[in-house]
């Protein structure tokens, strides 16, 4: 799997928008990039995934570039609930040999008010 | 629908004892892996299994092994306890078959105290 490359902390105030960004840069053409965060004491919660065209849902937007070699996570308006690690990863299809993910150390998000 | 559960949330044990930890996936999900979590290493791959089938294994000793049975539930257990055992171990399904993309769900873990 690819290797990658977040910062280890951000701060973001609420209400505005959080950018955390994801550099990938030998993403293999089938991996998707995968995007988790964790709050303190809770197990991981799955965000959003892509392969190459940007995606949105009710959670953030996901940005790849054109080269797929980085990624930015967009939380629209920040709110104080969104203070979490948040994970990039990158991961090609579900397997026979399994399925697992290299979390790495992600990047600390903290919202102020 | 439900999440994942896992239980305990909380287990406090001594060194050398057993531990045996359990996860219920989300209904209709065949694949169950496990995590574990340390401050110092942070979240690492203990084993997958699909259809009661163990598919991949990370690098830890065989102290740690898991089953799954037919209803997809999973269990992990720890022989001779380390104080080094001491984590957050994290239980997550998904509906995952061959060349498909789906991410996974995790339940809140159980915390593992040794002493």
């Known amino acids: 799997d690819a290797k990658t490359t977040q910062p280890t902390s951000m701060d973001c105030a609420e209400g505005r928008a959080a950018n955390l960004p994801c550099n990938h840069s030998?993403?293999?053409?089938?991996?998707?990039v995968y995007w988790y965060r964790q709050i303190h004491s809770q197990g991981p919660q799955y965000i959003i995934h892509g392969l190459k065209n940007n995606e949105t849902n009710e959670m953030a937007s996901l940005i790849i570039t054109e080269d797929r070699k980085s990624s930015t996570l967009i939380l629209p308006h920040a709110t104080l609930r969104d203070t979490a690690v948040y994970y990039c990863?990158?991961?090609?299809?579900?397997?026979?040999?399994?399925?697992?993910?290299?979390f790495g150390k992600g990047t600390s998000l903290l919202v102020t008010p | 629908k439900a999440g994942v559960t896992q239980t305990p949330r909380y287990l406090i044990k001594t060194r050398g004892q057993q531990v045996t930890l359990s996860c219920s996936p989300i209904s209709g999900h065949r694949s169950v892996s496990w995590y574990q979590q340390t401050p110092g290493q942070g979240l690492q791959f203990l084993f997958e299994y699909f259809s009661e089938t163990q598919r991949n294994k990370g690098n830890f000793p065989g102290r740690f092994s898991g089953r799954q049975f037919s209803n997809s539930r999973s269990e992990m257990n720890v022989s001779t306890l380390e104080l080094g055992d001491s984590a957050l171990y994290l239980c997550?399904?998904?509906?995952?078959?061959?060349?498909?993309?789906?991410?996974?769900?995790f339940g809140n873990g159980t915390r593992l105290t040794v002493t």
């Open positions: 030998t993403i293999s053409g089938n991996e998707y």
């Open positions: 990863i990158v991961r090609g299809p579900y397997s026979n040999s399994g399925y697992a993910l290299n």
């Open positions: 997550a399904s998904s509906s995952s078959i061959q060349g498909a993309v789906s991410p996974l769900h």
